[in-house]
T-cell receptor, first 110, second 114 residues
Framework: QKEVEQDPGPLSVPEGAIVSLNCTYSNSAFQYFMWYRQYSRKGPELLMY????GNKEDGRFTAQVDKSSKYISLFIRDSQPSDSATYLCAVVDSSYKLIFGSGTRLLVRP | SAVISQKPSRDICQRGTSLTIQCQVD?????MFWYRQQPGQSLTLIATANQGSEATYESGFVIDKFPISRPNLTFSTLTVSNMSPEDSSIYLCSVPPRGTYGYTFGSGTRLTVV
């Protein structure tokens, strides 16, 4: 079993839709969770990071962590074509290493 | 967060040759990480580079293939040695910024081996 599981998509939505991206993880000891956005031919860009359970909001983006079910989510409101990218969830392990999910490719149609 | 300058941004190399990738950080950092992203795949950690000590490699990666240097707290290099087409990937360096766990990434080196 992979430590972080993520549906690879692709996920195609119309402009303005609410997007929900999800990951599950296996190790209950993980405390820090991140979401990265990666455009084609670019390095990953940090979108959100959260510590432990709860929600964190930043503009149109909301990150949610449910430690009881080992489930992390990223919600994008009022999605735009410029949001079309690959979204990667990641956790930090006890050695400060990032463990990534496989990434979900999102396409927002105009 | 830190700013990372990574070079080269891309290269096309002949099999059997080696390529050295450089990462320069605008602040001192204890740890630097090197990742590989194969086509259509997520990021896989190659090794952790600490200044003043040998790099620590993840399972499946060896020093002879991916030698790493870390001469000071702002710079590191990764060499991809004796390349084969299977080494065609994006290689990225990363650092953990101070005070947060929002790791920063370089823009990546897109390597094609022919």
């Amino acid at each position: 079993q992979k430590e972080v599981e993520q549906d690879p998509g692709p996920l195609s939505v119309p402009e303005g839709a609410i997007v929900s991206l999800n990951c599950t993880y296996s190790n209950s000891a993980f405390q820090y969770f991140m979401w990265y956005r990666q455009y084609s031919r670019k390095g990953p860009e940090l979108l959100m990071y959260t510590y432990s359970s709860g929600n964190k909001e930043d503009g149109r983006f909301t990150a949610q962590v449910d430690k009881s079910s080992k489930y992390i989510s990223l919600f994008i409101r009022d999605s735009q074509p410029s949001d079309s990218a690959t979204y990667l969830c990641a956790v930090v392990d006890s050695s400060y290493k990032l463990i990534f999910g496989s990434g979900t490719r999102l396409l927002v149609r105009p | 967060s830190a700013v990372i300058s990574q070079k080269p941004s891309r290269d096309i190399c002949q099999r059997g040759t080696s390529l050295t990738i450089q990462c320069q950080v605008d602040s001192q950092v204890t740890m630097m990480f090197w990742y590989r992203q194969q086509p259509g795949q997520s990021l896989t950690l190659i090794a952790t580079a600490n200044q003043g000590s040998e790099a620590t490699y993840e399972s499946g990666f060896v020093i002879d293939k991916f030698p790493i240097s870390r001469p000071n707290l702002t710079f590191s290099t990764l060499t991809v040695s004796n390349m084969s087409p299977e080494d065609s990937s994006i290689y990225l360096c990363s650092v953990p910024p101070r005070g947060t766990y929002g790791y920063t990434f370089g823009s990546g080196t897109r390597l094609t081996v022919v």
